[in-house]
């Protein structure tokens, strides 16, 4: 043991010997979100979050916590006295809880079925990839989720993210011979491992949900994928450019920041959620969306295709030639 007792090597093994003796513990694990986001973006949109998936490999407890040590698997059953099981539907209803008390959303709940889905904007799906807590202290726990939100209206993917984790549990406790104290601290830090998953994962959403369209979320983000390169959002219940990037096929194509978008792809836009807009105007490079755009002085829409290219988000890009519409429009306000 290189002169550690029992108790300080296995951090179970000290309750199992205690449940022997008939300590009564309470191991039902609850799962306690964080608190609301201080200063953090807002968004309108509503959110649904649907059970998660088993994707970890098939055992529940590998190893021996008198030999080497081993992992238990949490997302299929619970350890013994410990903790209950981390099941994919309790890291789902925990997200859901999560992004409800972060604040960053008009609302979020926690559904069954896609059958209930009401007025939400985006569901998130979710696989719970790992979900491993070592016997030991010499022992790696790896917690691990793949997450993806689409919009409703037709299932287009809108945001896709894994978040890990892996780490060793420090040895010590606060709680000396207290059984069920000792217990609540392993729970707690393991509380405290999803709420920093959860919190990764819930930003990198707001941030992608923020930054409409095709331009990823700003200068903090290097990203790249299948876009037109428009920042949008909602003035006056209509879509509206905040800024066409410069370089990419929105801007190229003559569109201008204050341009009100009317449809897309024949779809109209009138209360659209912007994420749902995203989807629609994101896709595989080389493939056209056709945006309905009304522009000051236009006496009615006009249809601007645009195809799609790379976007890449946090890299420099040159500045855009400037368009035969941009120049007439040049021309005829200088009259």
Do not use: H
Request: aromatic share 8%; with cysteine.
């Amino acid at each position: 043991m290189r002169g550690r007792s029992l108790c300080w090597r296995f951090p179970f093994a000290a309750v199992a010997l205690a449940l022997m003796a008939g300590c009564a513990v309470n191991s039902t694990f609850v799962y306690k979100p964080g608190a609301p986001v201080a200063d953090g973006q807002k968004l309108p949109s509503k959110v649904a979050v649907l059970p998660f998936k088993d994707g970890t490999e098939d055992f529940t407890d590998r190893g021996s916590v008198w030999l080497s040590g081993g992992q238990y698997n949490v997302a299929k059953a619970g350890i013994a006295a410990t903790m209950t099981a981390l099941t994919p539907e309790l890291w789902a209803k925990s997200f859901a809880e999560d992004l409800a008390a972060s604040g960053s959303f008009r609302a979020a709940r926690f559904i069954y079925s896609p059958s209930e889905l009401a007025d939400e904007d985006i569901f998130v799906e979710g696989t719970v990839t790992k979900a491993y807590v070592g016997k030991t202290y010499d022992n790696v726990n790896e917690f691990a989720i793949s997450l993806r939100a689409l919009a409703r209206s037709d299932k287009r993917l809108v945001w896709e993210k894994e978040v890990t984790r892996a780490w060793k549990t420090p040895p010590g406790t606060k709680c000396g011979m207290g059984i069920q104290c000792a217990v609540d601290e392993y729970q707690a830090k393991y509380n405290k491992v999803m709420q920093g998953m959860f919190a990764e994962a819930r930003a990198d959403l707001v941030a992608t949900l923020a930054a409409p369209s095709g331009s990823g979320s700003g200068e903090a983000r290097k990203e790249e994928f299948g876009g037109i390169g428009l920042e949008v959002n909602v003035v006056s219940n209509t879509l509206t450019v905040a800024r066409a990037m410069q370089g990419a096929p929105a801007s190229k194509a003559g569109m201008q920041a204050g341009d009100s978008i009317v449809s897309v792809d024949g779809t109209p836009t009138a209360g659209m959620a912007i994420a749902d807009a995203v989807g629609r105007m994101r896709g595989v490079q080389g493939t056209s969306v056709t945006l309905g755009v009304l522009r000051a002085g236009w006496s009615a829409p006009r249809d601007i295709t645009i195809v799609r290219d790379v976007i890449r988000v946090g890299t420099s890009t040159p500045p855009a030639p400037e368009s035969v519409e941009q120049t007439i429009d040049k021309i005829l306000k200088a009259k």
